[in-house]
Antibody, heavy 116, light 110 residues
């Protein structure tokens, strides 16, 4: 059974950097899927943030590309998300996901609020 | 990269059929056979209902079906049940190893 568990601060100050980690169990992030992040602002729709396929590349939503970094740690079977210069518009539930051209596995999601 | 276009809401009575549309471009919906649909109940993570335009994962009732014409995909739910009331999102793989979502459609079962 594949499990994705997000963790990180639930509150980030405006202009600072949002940092989240996703621990993956039951499947290696080095194989078969694109791994990445999707977010959902309160009462709004889903937005793909970015994904990587191990050994190929990391790809980002063009609208967020200048502020986003997604890293993979194969030794811990984890991925991380960093989003810089956050504003209130970055307040959302952030989901860690595994994709095979569609989202195969979802984490439970972690809410993050950007507020002073 | 622009969001795919979905109606904000649809409704139907139990037993009826409803169709939700999802309009994109030749760079996403019309260009790849990778359209997927997700059901989301309040405060829950989304669940895939259709992938690769027409395929249903195991466990999804055959009342749910997907199709596509040109750059517009559709999700049809037949034999509506109260439990189908939820938000539905379409998504497509797009150019340059990216993904795009629709704005979501709220389905109300009357």
């Amino acid at each position: 059974q594949v499990q994705l568990q997000e963790s990180g601060p639930g509150l980030v100050k405006p202009s600072e950097t949002l940092s989240l980690t996703c621990a993956v169990s039951g499947f290696s992030i080095s194989s078969n899927y694109y791994w990445g992040w999707i977010r959902q602002p309160p009462g709004k729709g889903l937005e793909w943030i970015g994904s990587f396929f191990h050994g190929r590349g990391t790809y980002y939503n063009p609208s967020l590309k200048s502020r986003v970094t997604i890293l993979q740690d194969t030794s811990k079977n984890q991925l991380s998300l960093k989003l810089s210069s956050v504003t209130a518009a970055d307040t959302a539930v952030y989901y860690c996901v595994a994709l095979n051209f569609y989202v195969v596995f979802w984490g439970q999601g972690t809410p993050v609020t950007a507020s002073s | 990269q622009s969001a795919l276009t979905q109606p904000r809401s649809v409704s139907g009575s139990p037993g009826q059929s409803v169709t939700i549309s999802c309009s994109g471009t030749s760079s996403d919906v019309g260009g790849y056979d990778y359209v997927s649909w997700y059901q989301q109940h309040p405060d829950k993570a989304p669940r895939v209902m259709i992938y690769d335009v027409t395929k249903r994962p195991s466990g999804v009732p055959d009342r749910f079906s997907g199709s596509r014409s040109g750059s517009t995909a559709s999700l049809t739910i037949s034999g509506l049940k109260a439990e189908d009331e939820a938000d539905y999102y379409c998504s497509s793989y797009a150019d340059s190893y990216t993904w795009v979502f629709g704005g979501g459609t709220k389905l109300t079962v009357l």
